[in-house]
């Protein structure tokens, strides 16, 4: 059973407009959320994290977004810019009782911007 | 640049193969982990160690064994693989409930 998903296998956009990708997760003991981007040939880094106590948090263009009644949460990227284009894995963890700080991953979603 | 190293970067093996990869930390972190990303699949975490002592295994088969020597340093020991154990394996530190800094990954293809 896949507890973090993201449905969309891959996003195109054109460069100046915004991405959108989307992360739905089941567990609603996690309070803790991340983005990570990831390159061919390299390992995943950290884009932005976001705790349960919020629903928003927002670093330069890129924007997260947590509906906690729909387990829902979000990444806007704007503008986007081709450098961006990468697969982004949505992870999520429950801090509350672990002390690993032990994530789950979603499948990722091959995001494409184009010039 | 993470602060994660992963040795070797790329790994051929034949089934019954001996190898290990290796993971080394710069950070001062004192949690390490091992994950697997096959093909189409979220990352699946393997093993956690948190201060050298492992701490969460995954229902992962005996064919894999970590190793935690000391907080810098984590190994994945493999022996008698199958072919279906090819996949990026990544590692991965942090503070306890910080958030994690990957390697590069080894790319490790059984024939």
């Known amino acids: 059973d896949q507890q973090v998903k993201q449905n969309s296998p891959s996003l195109s956009v054109q460069e100046g407009r915004i991405s959108i990708l989307n992360c739905d997760y089941t567990?609603?003991?996690?309070?803790?959320f991340l983005w990570y981007k990831k390159y061919p040939a390299e390992g995943p880094t950290f884009l932005i994290s976001?705790?349960?106590?919020?629903d928003k948090n927002e670093d330069g263009r890129f924007t997260v977004f947590l509906n906690k009644s729909a387990k829902h949460l979000s990444l806007h990227i704007v503008p986007s810019q081709p450098g961006d284009s990468a697969v982004y894995f949505c992870?999520?963890?429950?801090?509350?009782?672990?002390?690993?700080?032990?994530?789950?991953f979603g499948q990722g979603t091959t995001l494409q911007v184009k010039p | 640049e993470t602060g994660v190293t992963q040795t070797p970067r790329h790994l051929v093996m034949g089934m019954t193969n001996k190898k290990s990869l290796k993971c080394e930390q710069h950070?001062?972190?004192?949690?390490m982990y091992w994950y697997k990303q096959s093909a189409k699949k979220p990352l699946e975490l393997m093993f956690v160690?948190?201060?050298?002592?492992?701490?969460e295994n995954n229902s992962v088969p005996s064919r894999f064994s970590p190793e935690c020597p000391n907080s810098s340093h984590l190994f994945l020991h493999l022996h008698t693989l199958q072919p279906e154990d090819s996949a990026l394996y990544l590692c991965?530190?942090?503070?306890?409930?910080?958030?994690?800094?990957f390697g590069p990954g080894t790319r490790l293809t059984v024939l």
């Open positions: 950070l001062g972190h004192n949690a």
């Open positions: 567990n609603s003991m996690f309070d803790y």
């Open positions: 976001i705790s349960s106590i919020k």
């Open positions: 160690y948190s201060l050298e002592e492992r701490v």
């Open positions: 992870a999520a963890s429950d801090l509350g009782s672990s002390n690993t700080g032990k994530l789950i």
């Open positions: 991965a530190s942090s503070h306890r409930q910080g958030r994690q800094f």
